[in-house]
């Protein structure tokens, strides 16, 4: 047995600096160590897939004025607290990259157009996105505990924050070439999606 | 039972050192070492590869520059149709790149690109804005379309492609600053001659692509 120790100890050394430099697995759901609520919080800005198409929907909702941007602020949140529940309590764990990809692109070019849409329109809109991209977060969180539904919680409230500081600072722009700007962020999102749509069929 | 006692612990030894063994190998195969693989290699895995790429190869940086410049020659509205429409459609030439669409004379077009271009800086080209849409359109297909058959599958498609989107974007941002001493009489004619050099630019690059040569 004794011949044999080098050989433990390495592998135990082996173990070790694996398990120590191992980085953390790629998750949905964030883990901050601050509990459910800020894992949720934090989830929509650790994940560019969710937050992208809601930055592209509040500056789209600013840019048409301080009543498209009140009713997507309370719209989006609500959208996706309840697709959210929906996907908690139904649905298996799904993912539709190529669904949300095309979401992400339509209202990029839109906020890239500066389109006109009417005020319904901008809701469902909000209300579309909430209920597609709750749904999937929805049916990905745990199901087993309260955790789950309080991390959707978390999200609710980071997008209430990203729609009201966005839509806000959208909604007050004057100057000209800010309102262009806004457009090219607009430009730079539905590139993104069209590239990301050629990975998902890659 | 003598002759039993040692064969059983010798079983028992080996069995166990085999165990050792297999568990390294499975730790070994669940540490992800492979996505860091690509890294050095400058493959898609993430933010930091995706925005080094637009900037790696400078024949796609004298375009995307002179893009920039000629639309701030331009003036409005070209100055900022040009920023808003490119990255999509290069984007859109991209996805064709990534799904496997072929395209023909691709490395022609990107070498006639920064000579075009240059050239339409360094002669003050004004054509109609859907002309200038039209050709700056074309050759953001060639561009993306390049981008998007060289990048491999990574760890971070996301990320990578939004490093690439802000790293191109950049790069036209960087081509409308140089383009706005276009308002100076003196800034006019360095403007001019950025676009010669860019337009000679493209001529060595349309002689490698010709010639066959690696850029």
């Known amino acids: 047995m004794r011949m044999h120790r080098p050989r433990s100890i390495l592998f135990w050394l082996t173990l070790a600096i694996t398990l120590i430099v191992t980085p953390s697995a790629q998750a949905h759901l964030m883990n901050t160590g601050f509990g459910p609520f800020y894992d949720g919080l934090t989830h929509l800005f650790v994940t560019p897939e969710d937050l992208l198409p809601v930055i592209a929907l509040a500056l789209l909702a600013g840019l048409r004025g301080p009543r498209f941007g009140r009713a997507v602020l309370f719209a989006l949140p609500v959208a996706w607290l309840v697709g959210s529940a929906a996907g908690l309590l139904l649905a298996p764990q799904v993912t539709l990259p190529v669904a949300e990809t095309i979401v992400t692109i339509a209202l990029g070019a839109l906020l890239a157009a500066d389109c006109p849409l009417p005020f319904a329109a901008v809701g469902g809109l909000a209300i579309l996105l909430g209920l597609l991209h709750g749904s999937l977060n929805g049916s990905e969180l745990p199901k087993t505990n309260a955790s789950g539904q309080i991390s959707v919680v978390g999200v609710a409230a980071a997008l209430f924050v990203v729609v009201s500081l966005l839509a806000g600072q959208a909604a007050s722009v004057r100057v000209p070439w800010v309102r262009i700007a806004v457009r090219v962020a607009g430009s730079w999102i539905a590139a993104i999606g069209l590239l990301l749509l050629g990975w998902s069929l890659h | ?215």
């Not at chain 2, 390294?24 to 996505?35: E, M, Q, S, T």
């Not at chain 2, 925005?51 to 893009?67: K, N, R, Y």
């Not at chain 2, 669409?101 to 000579?115: D, Q």
């Open chain 2, 1 to 215: 039972m003598k002759h039993f006692q040692p064969r059983t612990m010798k079983n028992f030894v080996q069995r166990a050192g085999a165990a050792h063994r297999s568990l390294v190998i499975l730790f070994l195969f669940l540490y992800p070492l492979a996505a860091f693989a690509h890294k050095r290699g400058g493959e898609a895995i993430g933010f930091a590869s995706g925005f080094e790429h637009p900037i790696s190869g400078l024949d796609h940086i004298l375009a995307m520059v002179a893009v920039g410049m000629w639309g701030a020659q331009l003036g409005a509205p070209a100055m900022w149709v040009l920023p808003v429409v490119f990255p999509m459609v290069m984007a859109f030439g991209g996805m064709m790149g990534l799904m496997g669409i072929k395209l023909p004379g691709i490395e022609l077009c990107i070498a006639l690109s920064a000579l075009a271009l240059g050239f339409a800086v360094f002669r003050e080209a004004r054509p109609k804005l859907w002309i200038a849409a039209i050709i700056v359109g074309f050759f953001a297909i060639a561009h993306g379309h390049a981008h998007g058959t060289e990048l491999p599958l990574g760890a971070s498609g996301v990320l990578y492609s939004i490093g690439f989107v802000i790293a191109t974007g950049l790069l036209h941002a960087l081509g409308i600053g140089i383009g706005l001493v276009h308002r100076w009489p003196a800034g006019r004619i360095a403007l001019r001659f950025a676009g010669a050099i860019v337009a000679v630019g493209g001529v060595f690059f349309l002689w490698k692509a010709i010639s066959g040569e690696p850029v």
